[in-house]
Structure formats: C-alpha cells, structure tokens
C-alpha cells in the first residue's frame, strides 16, 4: 500500500526529545491575586500549564490570562508563570490548589497553534492543548480570524482510511470511487477558511467583490488564483511574493494548500462515509439538508458567501469544510485517483486517466455557498485552472510546522495543595497581567499604533464597523 507523500513536506521531521520540567519550590499567592509558578527546563521545549482543584482542572476558560514563558517555545533554563487567578475566577475560594506543568517536544506539539500576523509581535507562535484554553474563545473573539492564523492538529500518521466513496447519499460515479489511504504525517490545518482581513494583515492586497451585509473582514480570501496563493510550481515552496509567501514571512511557519487527501481526511472530522464532518447524516443531495443546515452555508441555506466560523464545527473543530467558498487543494485533478491510493499529485508526475495527457486543473473541495448538499459532502471533487479566480473560490492552509516523531510530554505537578481565596471588593481592580500584550483576549484592545500600521499596510480598510 503507498503512503501520502507531500511535496509541502520542505520541514524535515523533527526528532522526538522529551525535555524534563520541574516546578521550583511552591506556587506563590500575592494579595492581588496573581498567582506566580516558577519551573527549569534542561531541554527547550513548549510549555502548557493547568490549574486544578483536587486534582480536578478548573478548566481553560478560567485560565484565561495565563502569561510568561507558558504556551510557546520556551528555552532550556528557568521559566516562569503567572496567573490573574483574581481577575479569572473572581469571588471565589479554594483549598487545594495545584498546578500541571507539560513539556512538549516540537515534533508532537499541542493540538492548537495559533500564528500571530500582525507587525512587531513578540511571540509569533503559541500552542495550546484544547480550544477551551484559547483566550477570549477561537469565535467569540473575531482577532483569530483577523490577526491570528488558528490552526488544528490533524493526527494522521500512520492511519489507513476509506477516501472516496461506494453508495453514499449523492455521490458522484465518475470521481470518488472509495479507496485505502495510509497518511504518513501529522498536520496542522486552518480552524478557519483564510480571510480577507488575515491576508490583509500580512500586505496581501484586497481582493473579491464585497456586500456590506456580509462584513467583508471576516470572510474567506477569494477571487485568488492558486497561483496567487502559492506563487510556484511544487516541489518548490510557495514564492515570498505569494500569499502563503508572505504568511511565512510573517510568522515564520512553512503553510501551503492541503493535499487533496489530508483535505478530505480533516473534512470529515473523524467520521465515515454517509456522514456529514459531525458524525450526523447526510440526509439529502439537494434542496436542504437539515443536518448539513448546521454545519454550512450552501444553496440550502444562505446563498451567499458568509463570515467564516458562522456555523457549527466538524468533529476536529473545524469550521465551513462544507460549503461558504469551495477550498483548493495542491493537487492536480484527475478523475480517477484510486491507483495513487493517497499520493499527492502536486507536481504533474501522474498524468490524467489516459496517463499520457499533463493535468490542466487543480481540485478544489467542500463545495461552495450556492451548491446543492452533494456538493458539500467530504467525498466531493471539483476542479479549477490555476491562473483562475472566481467569487466562489478560496482555500484554507496547511503546515508541517516541525511535527514528527510522536512522543508524549513530561509532566510536573506542585507538590503540596495551596489554598486560593479571589473573594474581593473590586476583583476588577487586580493587577493585569502581560497576557493582553502576548495575546490579546479581545480585538478591542488592539492598539492605535497598530492600527495605523494595518491602514499603511492596506490602504483604506476599515478596522471596525
């Protein structure tokens, strides 16, 4: 059986080391509240913590403004933490406190990654291991889609899987026949289809035609040409004039086009053939899907391009897999794909089905904002020139980042319970941490001097309605 084999795959695969943490003496309380951890580290590596109550989590909501050397890459040596337990988790009192240090080698880093895109950041990458640990929340704060690249771990490597399909509800018979995958890779994925106002933080210039209705910012980046998001042929890596181009200029991260099978794999959110990416049922091939109606925007719904992250996630915690903007993938398109069982076909080596003609198109997937419902199912394949754009079109982005070798993180835990009282007067008026500077739990507190920035960047965007 072949395995995929990326061509985006420019990062080698990092080795597996797990680095030792271990938290030095005892957590300390200050009378406003603010909790403060200090660990050594004999290896670099990312660093997540977790406050618990009986050994219980208090869970990542409440731990919002967690600050310092906690959630990045952090250096071998002395790190520490601090925690506005008074401005999280007012009101309130505890008696056995404790705190869950990890360390996490690069090559199986936590499950969420969020990149920051914006100018003079002092910390480009932050990891986290759950979406309830993201500050502000992934939706409710519209920054991730607008100044920050959110993106998921897939954990593929090594799964065999069913792609294509055999008598799923709308299927096509000329393209999606089913076949085994093996995946040879773990990959993080964008939470989000890329928008406008993400490729605009990063000097990508305005494009697509807009409606004031549907808040421009926040929707996906059409009317792009592959070749404009990807600038070069693969196997080279995407040119520093393109889209993705500037992204790594920005934040250093390696991000392309998924391939057409890591696409389908993250689609369909840990489910089967007959399924939408939540696990519920493909109801109907046209007209309205009443189980689709949650996840998508399609011809059953709105009928028109929306803000990315209006509807429901998949199983992964992925949003619009199903319609809003059709997605490109690197591959050439080819109707029959079942003899490459999983190989990326980005560089042209394999021909199309007479396997004597080059490829002209590359696929696109997930259907789009006017499609019917068998256009949107995971399994669905379509196709697109490269120097092409349409309204209808978009993508969202992948990265390698340096996953490799699995390993599972060390752990240290505070060695005596301490007790934790926030029931004040005026909990509000407890010190701010650093957090809103490293990572802002609100678009409202973007600075001026930043916002200046983005008008120089971009010309006449309009920031905030």
């Known amino acids: ?163 294509g399909t055999t008598s799923e509800k709308g299927r096509s018979t000329s393209n999606e026949d089913a076949h085994q995958v093996t995946l040879n890779a773990n990959y993080y994925i964008g939470v989000f289809e890329l928008t406008h106002a993400q490729c605009a933080a990063c000097g990508v210039s305005r494009a697509g035609n807009f409606n004031e209705e549907y808040r421009w910012r926040l929707t996906p980046q059409n009317r792009t040409t592959w070749n404009g998001y990807r600038g070069t042929q693969p196997p080279a890596a995407p040119s520093d004039g393109s889209t993705f181009g500037k992204i790594k200029a920005r934040t250093g991260l390696l991000v392309d086009f998924p391939t057409e099978a890591q696409w389908e794999y993250a689609a369909r959110g840990g489910y089967g053939e007959g399924t939408w990416g939540d696990g519920s049922t493909i109801l109907a091939s046209s007209g309205t899907d009443a189980n689709l109606s949650k996840l998508a925007c399609y011809k059953g719904t709105k009928n028109t391009m929306i803000s990315t992250g209006s509807y429901l996630p998949n199983g992964y915690g992925l949003y619009d897999m199903h319609g809003n903007v059709i997605e490109m993938c690197q591959d050439w398109y080819r109707a029959d794909i079942t003899t490459l069982n999983g190989v990326c076909n980005a560089d042209g080596a394999h021909y199309v089905d007479d396997e004597t003609s080059e490829p002209t198109v590359r696929v696109q997937r997930g259907g789009y904002y006017s499609t019917a419902p068998s256009s949107c199912r995971a399994s669905s394949r379509a196709s697109i020139k490269p120097g092409d754009y349409k309204t209808e079109s978009g993508c969202r982005v992948m990265t390698y980042a340096n996953l490799g070798e699995e390993v599972a993180p060390t752990v240290a835990v505070s060695q005596s319970p301490f007790a934790l009282d926030t029931r004040r007067d005026d909990p509000q008026a407890a010190a701010t941490t650093a957090s809103t500077v490293e990572l802002r739990s609100s678009h409202s507190v973007f600075s001026v001097s930043f916002a200046i920035d983005m008008l120089k960047q971009i010309g006449t965007l309009i920031l905030f309605q």
């Open 1 to 163: 059986m072949k395995t995929i084999i990326s061509l985006a795959m420019a990062c080698s695969a990092v080795a597996a080391t797990a680095a030792t943490i271990s938290i030095t003496g005892q957590p300390t309380v200050g009378a406003d509240g603010i909790v403060t951890v200090t660990y050594s580290l004999d290896a670099d590596a990312i660093v997540t913590a977790d406050f618990r109550e009986n050994g219980v989590s208090l869970g990542g909501t409440n731990q919002w403004s967690l600050a310092g050397d906690v959630f990045k890459l952090v250096p071998a040596g002395t790190g520490t933490i601090t925690w506005n337990a008074a401005k999280d988790v007012p009101g309130r009192q505890f008696s056995a406190v404790t705190v869950e240090l990890k360390a996490w080698a690069e090559s199986d880093a936590p499950d969420y990654l969020i990149a920051d895109l914006m100018v003079g950041s002092t910390c480009r990458l932050r990891y986290y291991p759950s979406v309830d640990c993201i500050p502000g929340g992934i939706v409710a704060d519209e920054g991730y889609r607008m100044y920050y690249l959110p993106m998921r771990k897939i954990r593929a490597r090594g799964v065999t899987w069913t792609m």
